[in-house]
């Protein structure tokens, strides 16, 4: 499963966005869909397990599960 990298992302986080080229990679290249679980990372260690909860048209919703 592909990580993403997320560099906003940190480790209190429940609720983040993601927009950009990382938005176009889970939505559009991956084709995921509200309710899959991704792997997050932020580049400097932290791995998270997250679940998309909204799909809009330039930015996705994920709450984080599991770190």
Do not use: W
């Not at 559009?28 to 791995?47: H, M, P, Q």
């Amino acid at each position: 499963m592909p990580s993403f990298y997320t560099p906003q992302l940190k480790a209190e986080d429940k609720v983040i966005t993601i927009e950009g080229e990382e938005y176009h990679h889970i939505v559009k290249v991956f084709r995921y869909r509200e309710g899959d679980i991704i792997t997050l990372n932020n580049g400097c260690g932290l791995l998270v397990s997250a679940t998309i909860n909204t799909i809009s048209k330039r930015y996705i919703s994920v709450t984080i599960t599991h770190q």
